[in-house]
């Protein structure tokens, strides 16, 4: 996710700039719409914090419930296991949709 030392975690714009309402230092990005928080970690250092605030993390390494049982976590193991993700922020939801949602079981798919 951190692309040549950059500490916005590729969110730049085509004017080469983090949009304002993505706040990013060198652990984690934070991102927050309609009461939904979350965080992008560049860290595993920064989890403890991210956690507190957050209502979804996601992180490119593996997570477990146990780090952190309060947000709903997308880690490297969902991606792998069930493709890319759709995220969407409502008023009192954050909605997610896999690939493999979208595809369905056919018998050339993995399980």
Known sequence: MRRNGDSDLGFKNKWNKVPQDIA?????CRYQ?????????NSQ???KEE????????????LSSKQCSKALLLDRFDTY?????????????IHLKSVSQGRGERPW???
């Open 24 to 28: 990013c230092d060198d652990r984690a």
């Open 109 to 111: 798919t993995n399980p």
């Open 51 to 62: 956690c507190d605030w957050a209502d979804m993390i996601i992180f490119d390494q593996p």
């Open 33 to 41: 719409k309609n009461n939904q928080k979350v965080s992008i970690l």
């Open 81 to 93: 296991r069930d493709g890319a993700y759709s995220i969407w922020l409502s008023k009192n939801t």
């Open 45 to 47: 250092s920064a989890l």
